[in-house]
């Protein structure tokens, strides 16, 4: 255990600040060396699961089983939990003196993810043993280094001995992204952030040009709100913005599909639907915007976009796409929910089941339950299509739970879940719903004559013949990228070169040696 000879949080008032700055060095430099512990964990788990895969070729493989484990321990999403896998089998078998240098609580875990992307395309046991001594040597001044910086550095290393390894898809056409949500998003609102080619973009601010000039004078949006609205409209598969002046009369009031293309799921809460469109969020902003109303506003119910990351929509923004056409769904109470004789789900409690559940089941997956499969907890047809019986799985954790063997669950009639893995450990999830809408009933109570909640799933005789195969293995998949991605940086090495010989070359075909460019060949790192 680390002991930095401080006092307990009570008592730290007592100390000066040059040990409080050392005491917080020293508890990073813990923090570090506890987080590779945890890294070499994973590392053995995923050796024992995945060294000799017993199903390479199944869409739900080993690697798979062993980040599921994963995800419920450490409450991740799966892909999250893969990523770790892929960490911390890079420090344990290709960085091993950066792994020591991260057990020794000298590298930051932000540090060492770097520093494992950016090496991953090295294939050769020799660059790579030298790159991973080089990094080992220098990485524990890196620490003040900016991510951009930090990438540099690691880059000049793997340059220098692989250069065909050096990651280049940040540049040109291969570094366009478009992300859409933030964590700093306000309730609301979501941020959309990213880079397009040249001629997207002058598409889409023509576009914008075309559609923000077609309402009318009295529309109360300021540009940059009509250009938003535009974005929404153009996504909705609309090439007009309608306009808001309020008059019907105007031409360009017709429908633009922002809010008709939305579903509003109206989860027992009839006060969601009460609220009137707020009036005051379009024009610009002023100073007033930012003081508190008085009297303070009603407050109504907020709804909910189960699509996206469940974000909440403030009933004002709730009243004014119903205002403008939006699809309302009611969606009962538990009460009101009926059974199927049959093994498919009615739309009616497909609905339940997807709005009471929001997301995957699994401990740490926030995969929507929109998209995801509805799992009968007992199998069809010893287990009944009941809600007591249904609840939402992503398709990977469908999979993992009804072909891998240690996998089963259980479920109470609450909706609660208890999800027991290979060995032995058990999760129990509630449905997102009941602590966003804790009003909302949502306990069912089984049919008569049909098998009580709560007992483990039993496996199917047949199951090990269903699962879905793969195209390509996980192993070779990863393979042709690498492959794939040398080549490229291969040959944009070689343009280069072309390049920088055609500008040091002079007019009659004879090298100035004076304006001689030299060649992009990686002299050694600087210390730093």
Known sequence: MFDDGLPGPAQLRDVTDRELIDAIAGWARASAAAEARKYAAIAELARRRCSDPEHPDDVCDDWDGAAAEISCALTVGHGKALGQIDTALTLRNRLPKTGARFLAGELSAALVSTIVWRTGLIVDDGALAAVDTKIAEHAAKWGTLS??????????????????????????????????????????????????????????????????????????????????????????????????????????????????????????????????????????????????????????????????????????????????????????????????????????????????????????????????????TQPWPNGSTDPWNLKCYCRIHHLLKTFRDGWSDAQLPDGSVTLTTPTGHTYTTTPLSTLLFPSWNVTTRPSQNRPPPGHPAESSPQRTLKMPRRRRRRTDARRYRITAERRRNARERQLEKIAATAESTGPAGTTDTALAVRPPEYDDPPPF
């Open 147 to 376: 991510k951009e910086k930090l990438e540099q550095a690691v880059d000049l290393w793997v340059g220098k001995f692989d250069p065909d390894a050096v990651r280049r898809t940040r540049i040109r056409q291969r570094g366009r992204w478009l992300e859409i949500g933030d964590w700093e998003d306000k309730t609301g609102t979501v941020s959309i952030h990213g880079r397009v080619s040249t001629t997207d973009g002058a598409l889409a601010k023509q576009r914008f040009v075309a559609m923000i000039s077609g309402v009318c004078a009295d529309d109360p949006r300021t540009m940059d709100q009509r250009r938003a609205d535009a974005f929404g409209a153009l996504t909705a598969g609309s090439t007009h913005l309608a306009c808001r002046c309020g008059n019907k009369e105007c031409p360009a009031a017709a429908d633009d599909g922002r809010a008709s293309s939305v579903v509003v799921h109206v989860i027992a809460e009839q006060q969601s639907l009460d609220a009137e469109p707020d009036s005051e969020c379009d024009g610009p902003l002023t100073i007033e915007d930012t003081k508190p109303a008085t009297p303070p506003v009603q407050r109504r119910t907020a709804g909910l976009i189960p699509g996206m990351r469940n974000g909440i929509v403030p009933a004002p923004l709730l009243a004014q796409l119903i205002a403008h056409g939006a699809q309302v769904r009611f969606v009962p109470d538990a009460g009101s929910i009926d059974g199927c004789p049959s093994y498919r789900s009615s739309a009616a409690l497909e609905r339940f089941i997807r709005n009471r559940d929001l997301t995957c089941r699994v401990p740490g997956c926030e995969r929507s339950a929109m998209s995801a499969d509805i799992d009968h």
